[in-house]
């Protein structure tokens, strides 16, 4: 321990160097620096991609009929107002890439792995600040690079954010298919770079840096969490790498990884031997990880708003860790429940049926512990723990329908439905969203020194909430009426004119929960400036990170590091004058230390 403290004390005497406007605000090797660099491009992606789903929701409620805005902003692209159908494939594409990877996992992991790890463990920052810079310059070349490919002559990529052959691997199946699809495939290479990079820094910072006394089980639920998906990442990422590698070499120069006895307009290709399937199981490889990879971050910070706002311990801190191990190791192993339609022997199918519900088990622990957490507690309703209770409902309600859609038999049924699109807005979508807001309000004054405004919290957490059922409760029952997904009209099928209503009342819980963010926009960005200066521990907390001064400093903590004498969940323990104790402040004489 005490050469590692001496690591620090070094560290130390390294940061009392002038620091100008590009090292400290734009190259900075500071991690509470860097994340906010991640949150606030987060943000900007968040605002392209929530605008690409209000535009084609509008299209699906009033297709064909022209409107304003599509000419004014798609261009050529909407000929009199109408929207192309190429372009609405394109949107949906890019929407969906935007939000999974760009906005919640930079948003999640990106930005409070980057706030909490070294302030949490009782670190000066991270194992390598300049591997982290690189990290966060990687993510923003690769948003700048997918942001470019909507300008493309041909249009932006237009194979689905899964990017399935033969459209994503044959350069002239579409307009979408072309250069935009190439600057896909790039953006997300070096995405892919950034994530992984980052996931390395976090691992050996958790493992090599933390604090006197900080023992794994007294760690915050909150880095266990950052710890695990950070371990995921690494054994899931190089396989999404590979099949981009592959695609790229398909459609640049003649392979035939992915492709097989293809026909265009009548002519035969020369590509044999490949198979499309192939790249199925390398990008769910990594796409099903990845879901958890956006909600064990989420998960960890919800554990933690929940405690310090209940003003009770955790419940059932062990058996918490259990389950994030448990998702870990089975997230890697439940891919093929996405190819239940793909021609994928059924054997194998039944496998995957049987790993996929058993991922239900340690997800229903984490649900339970968490209602337990709230049972009998002295509930602080701000907008932070609303949306950690708004978020233990979505993914609880969208947890139910996936025991469907994990049944092999079932699935058939409602696979490429609305059905799917509902289930995975609400469990992975909208309750990482969730997670991240509630992150967003607990630890704002830590990063801004400042407060946000609690009444439009208030209000921006109610608009969603119900605005986000609004819209993908209905999807679930245009879903098992067969309605599929991807379809820019549904006009030519009389079969669902009925359906045509439901789609127009989604359309406008759509528009005003997308309106309504600019509510949390505009806090968000006027606070930075104008909220109320906030206290050292505005909601009275046990982790660490409370203890560090309110301005920041590079390093952290002026003078010592503190020591950690118990773990982080001491709230209203008995026999203390306040209803919490931080981690460095020593056991009394004959006081147990609590370890549920």
Same mark, same amino acid.
């Given at each position: ?9 070094? #560290? ?13 605000? %734009?190259?900075?090797? #500071? ?54 159908? #190429? ?273 239900? %088990? ?207 969940? #001491? ?26």
């Amino acid at each position: 321990m005490s050469a590692h403290e001496d690591t620090h004390a070094h #560290d130390d005497h390294g940061h009392h160097h002038k620091e100008t406007f590009v090292t400290k605000y %734009i190259f900075s090797q #500071d991690h509470k620096m860097i994340a906010k660099q991640y949150l606030i491009t987060g943000t900007i992606m968040g605002v392209i991609g929530v605008f690409m789903s209000m535009m084609f929701r509008m299209q699906l409620a009033w297709p064909e009929q022209p409107n304003v805005l599509f000419e004014a902003i798609l261009g050529k692209w909407a000929p009199n107002g109408v929207m192309d159908a #190429d372009i609405y494939l394109a949107l949906v594409t890019i929407h969906g890439t935007i939000m999974v990877f760009f906005v919640l996992t930079a948003g999640l992991s990106g930005t409070f792995s980057n706030l909490l790890i070294p302030l949490q463990i009782g670190a000066r920052d991270m194992a390598s600040g300049f591997l982290n810079m690189i990290s966060y310059w990687l993510f923003f070349l690769s948003s700048v690079i997918m942001v470019i490919s909507l300008f493309v002559e041909a249009g932006p990529a237009a194979a689905g954010w899964t990017i399935y052959p033969p459209l994503s691997a044959l350069p002239m199946a579409q307009g979408g298919s072309g250069l935009g699809m190439t600057l896909w495939l790039v953006s997300m290479a070096i995405f892919i770079a950034s994530s992984l990079m980052g996931s390395l820094n976090y691992i050996v910072t958790v493992i090599n840096l933390r604090t006197k006394g900080m023992s794994m089980t007294r760690l915050p639920l909150t880095i266990w969490t950052f710890f695990i998906t950070a371990v995921i990442g690494v054994i899931s990422f190089p396989v999404l790498l590979s099949a981009a590698l592959l695609l790229i070499m398909d459609r640049s120069f003649g392979t035939s990884f992915f492709l097989s006895d293809i026909f265009i307009q009548g002519e035969v290709l020369h590509y044999q031997g490949g198979s499309p399937v192939l790249f199925e199981h390398l990008f769910w490889f990594l796409g099903h990880p990845e879901v958890y990879i956006v909600i064990l971050p989420a998960m960890g910070l919800v554990s933690e708003i929940m405690a310090s706002n209940s003003r009770k311990p955790i419940f059932g801190y062990r058996a918490m860790i259990a389950s994030v191990l448990a998702i870990a190791f089975l997230s890697t192993i439940v891919w093929g429940h996405h190819m239940f339609v793909s021609g994928m022997n059924p054997f194998l199918g039944s496998v995957f049926t049987f790993t996929t519900l058993l991922i239900a %088990i340690p997800s229903a622990v984490k649900a339970f512990n968490w209602i337990t957490t709230l049972w009998k507690g002295n509930l602080q309703m701000n907008p932070a723990m609303l949306f950690s209770i708004g978020f233990v409902s979505t993914f609880i309600t969208g947890g139910l329908t996936g025991i469907i859609l994990g049944d092999s038999a079932l699935d058939i049924n409602v696979h490429d439905t609305y059905f799917v699109v509902a289930h995975f807005h609400l469990v992975m979508g909208i309750s990482a969203l969730y997670g991240m807001f509630a992150g967003i309000y607990h630890w704002y004054p830590k990063m801004f020194g400042r407060m946000l405004n609690k009444n439009l919290g208030y209000i921006h957490f109610w608009v969603t909430a119900v605005c986000a059922y609004g819209v993908f409760f209905p999807m679930h029952f245009i879903g098992m009426a067969g309605l599929p997904r991807r379809y820019y009209t549904n006009t030519n099928f009389p079969l669902f004119d009925d359906l045509a209503n439901v789609n127009v009342i989604i359309t406008i819980f759509a528009l005003i929960g997308g309106i309504v963010q600019i509510v949390y926009l505009y806090n968000f960005f006027s606070s930075i400036f104008y909220g109320k200066k906030a206290v050292q521990n505005p909601w009275k907390s046990n982790t660490l990170e409370w203890t560090t001064p309110v301005e920041h400093l590079h390093g952290n903590w002026p003078g010592e590091i503190p020591h950690v004498y118990r773990w982080s969940y #001491d709230y209203s323990k008995p026999g203390h004058d306040e209803d919490f104790v931080p981690q460095n402040v020593p056991l009394m004489e004959g006081e147990e230390e609590l370890q549920h």
